[in-house]
Every structure is written in C-alpha cells, then in structure tokens.
C-alpha cells in the first residue's frame, strides 16, 4: 500500500489550497480515507474523512465549513480542498486507510499559511 500526498505549499490568510492524495497498491473504492494534520510541537489530530463510495465525509469541527474532502475512485485519488485558511491551519497533512487492520500513512505534505 502506498499513499503520496502532494498539493502543499505556501499561501496567505485568507487564501486556498487543494490537497491531492494518490493510493496504489489497494482497491481504492472499497476503502475509507481520512486526512490528518500535525502541527510543529504537536500532536497529530484527525481533520476529515470520507466513506468509500464518497457519500458520507465528517469534519473536524476547527476545519469544518471551510475544508472539502471528495475522492474520485476511478483515479485512486483523494483530495482535500482549504479555503479561507487560517495560521493555525499550517501543519503537515496527511492522508490515511486502514488496510487488513493495519495503518497507512503518506510522507505528508507541508502548508504553511503566513503573510
């Protein structure tokens, strides 16, 4: 099972972001998918998630209104998109599935909201 988030970078306040998250070595359909974020000097905390067939998504209540998560099944790939992004939302995100009862993690990718 491999994950590769990419999409991170560098915005001001205000401003948006489109995280992408490609999974290979799993029959992507059949699987949840999550996002997490840890922030320097803390810990790692869950932000969003989505069933497997994209009908369902829960939101952490600190990104919630102002964070998408969607999946498109036929490209293995999900997606997080952050608009309105705050300071506070700077942190490495990850993508996460549990596979056989076993977590998977991507290497993350950094977003860093500053001015």
């Known amino acids: 099972v491999q994950l590769v988030e990419s999409g991170g970078g560098l915005v001001q306040p205000g401003g948006s972001l489109r995280l992408s998250c490609a999974a290979s070595?799993?029959?992507?359909?059949?699987?949840?998918m999550r996002w997490y974020r840890q922030a320097a000097g803390k810990e790692r905390e869950w932000v969003a998630d989505i069933s497997s067939t994209g009908g369902r998504t829960n939101y952490a209540d600190s990104v919630n209104g102002r964070f998408t998560i969607s999946r498109d099944n036929a490209k293995n790939t999900v997606y997080l998109q952050m608009d309105s992004l705050k300071p506070e939302d700077t942190s490495v995100y990850y993508c996460?599935?549990?596979?056989?009862?076993?977590?998977?993690w991507g290497q993350g990718t950094q977003v860093t909201v500053s001015s």
């Open positions: 070595g799993i029959t992507f359909s059949t699987y949840f």
């Open positions: 996460h599935t549990i596979v056989s009862y076993v977590n998977y």
